[in-house]
């Protein structure tokens, strides 16, 4: 069982940067792939970028490779993703989950948390 728990979102102008975090329980935490998912009213959950268990693969969604970076600490059972370069449109409540696979389904990730908003105003 991975208990996860996210932080770090708010408000921000366009251009601007956030930093979230996703503090995980488990003491196996480095076995689980971290992924972070974003999701708007009315439409369906987006994958946001992925890392595996050991933190050295990563994924990112088109849309923000180059501005987001995800990463881990697994002696802290943390996961980050730092946000630069922050658009209106990435505007969502922003989700981690966790699973012992890699992949950018969202059905594939057993664990959530409970989500963290970020509001970009342009």
């Known amino acids: 069982q991975v208990q996860l728990v996210e932080a770090g979102g708010g408000q921000v102008q366009a251009g601007g940067s956030l930093k979230l975090s996703c503090a995980a329980s488990?003491?196996?935490?480095?076995?689980?792939?971290m992924v972070w998912f974003r999701q708007v009213p009315g439409k369906e959950r987006e994958f946001v970028a992925a890392i595996s268990g050991s933190g050295g693969r990563t994924d990112y969604f088109e849309r923000v490779e180059g501005r987001f970076t995800i990463s881990r600490d697994n002696a802290k059972n943390m996961v980050y993703l730092q946000m630069n370069s922050l658009k209106p449109e990435d505007t969502a409540v922003y989700y981690c989950?966790?699973?012992?696979?890699?992949?950018?389904?969202?059905?594939?990730?057993?664990?959530w948390g409970q989500g963290t908003q970020v509001n970009v105003s342009s």
């Open positions: 989950a966790a699973d012992r696979l890699f992949s950018r389904s969202r059905d594939t990730y057993q664990y």
């Open positions: 488990g003491r196996t935490f480095s076995r689980y792939a």
